[in-house]
């Protein structure tokens, strides 16, 4: 028996077909047959797979290890149907240009970190580690992460760059849609309420100085989303796939990942009633990446050079064999500078 980076698939003995769904017998299948669509989502078909089964979204298609740890594919009438939506929080509000709703935080010690993550969450980095309790003062942090038409009130305020993939807007039946036109810049049709891209730290940082608020800390974030009695996500200890917008919930639809509307998820909410603290998008902080105390382990990237961003994305480095990046306790950093399709913010203040 033959294992490629932890993943085992089979061909039937003697035969030559590939066959992505069944049990783990049979001669090694060699990674350049795979041609099923199911497959191709996770495994590339041009280099040999990589896997780590610790992580929840390959209970999608595999089963639990068996006796030898190997972990077969699972039979596709046993796995549960996958979620036909999400429902959607009845929030009027969020496709408006008001700044937020806020949330009041109540001063206190709270879990921050790990001691390393469970099977079940895939393996992170040590940066999370180790899990300790700190006290955080009171501060109020927006119930939603901000939106595109917030964002627009600030750009057509300041004259702030917009992000890039806004176009020049023109008059559809009375209305203005982003498009080949020349009117004022605008956000992409029908994403008014979800959250705003394509900013760098920079923006969110100058967007919520303009809205009489703050960047979160990395402290105030992780309570804002995790409580106070450390639980893993904002809903519980168990990740659901139901519960957040990553890319488990698209490879779960087997559809291309969007961001959604802000406050999609209503079963997904923190112990404080903040909605997408896991996935939507990564939400960039005021922190720089920098180590827990009495973290032992060196990382050239620690220092003032990186900020963090944390709560996952709709689209994250699943494929690079990261960890889950839908636990409350995951830590990324980026350059300040870095904008991309994954990144947006939610804004904080003091009391």
Not at 28 to 37: A, C, Q
Request: glycine share 10%; proline share 11%.
């Amino acid at each position: 028996m033959v294992v490629t980076a932890g993943l085992l698939l089979t061909v039937p003995d003697g035969g030559a077909q590939p066959q992505p769904a069944g049990p783990a017998v049979g001669k090694p299948m060699d990674p350049s047959l795979f041609t099923d669509e199911t497959c191709i989502r996770c495994h590339a078909s041009d280099k040999p797979p990589r896997a780590d089964y610790s992580k929840p979204e390959c209970v999608e298609c595999h089963s639990a290890p068996d006796e030898e740890g190997f972990m077969p594919v699972a039979d596709p009438a046993a796995l549960p149907d996958p979620p036909k939506g999400a429902p959607h929080a009845k929030q009027p509000a969020a496709a408006s240009s008001s700044p937020n709703e806020m949330i009041a935080i109540p001063a206190g010690e709270f879990i921050i970190g790990n001691n390393g993550r469970g099977a079940g969450e895939g393996a992170g980095d040590p940066d999370e580690m180790p899990e300790h309790r700190i006290h955080v003062g009171a501060f109020l942090i927006d119930k939603y992460e901000v939106t595109n038409a917030q964002y627009k009130a600030f750009v057509d305020a300041t004259n702030h760059r917009a992000p890039k993939h806004w176009q020049p807007s023109r008059p559809v039946g009375g209305m203005t849609r982003s498009g080949d036109g020349n009117g004022p810049i605008t956000y992409p049709p029908g994403k008014a309420d979800h959250p705003v891209v394509f900013v760098d730290w920079y923006d969110a940082n100058e967007y919520c100085h303009w809205a009489g608020k703050r960047l979160p800390t990395e402290e105030e974030w992780e309570k804002g989303a995790r409580g106070t009695d450390g639980r893993i996500f904002p809903w519980g200890n168990a990740f659901d796939v139901k519960k957040t917008n990553s890319p488990q919930y698209w490879l779960s639809l087997n559809k291309e990942g969007d961001t959604m509307p802000v406050g999609s998820f209503e079963n997904g909410k923190s112990p404080y009633g903040l909605y997408d603290m896991s996935g939507n998008v990564y939400e960039w902080t005021a922190n720089w990446y920098k180590p827990y105390p009495r973290n032992p382990e060196f990382n050239s990237h620690y220092g003032e050079k990186n900020k963090i961003v944390r709560g996952g994305s709709w689209y994250d480095c699943l494929s690079y064999g990261c960890g889950l990046s839908a636990p409350s306790y995951n830590r990324s950093r980026f350059a300040p500078e870095i904008r991309n399709k994954g990144f947006g913010f939610r804004c904080a203040k003091n009391p």
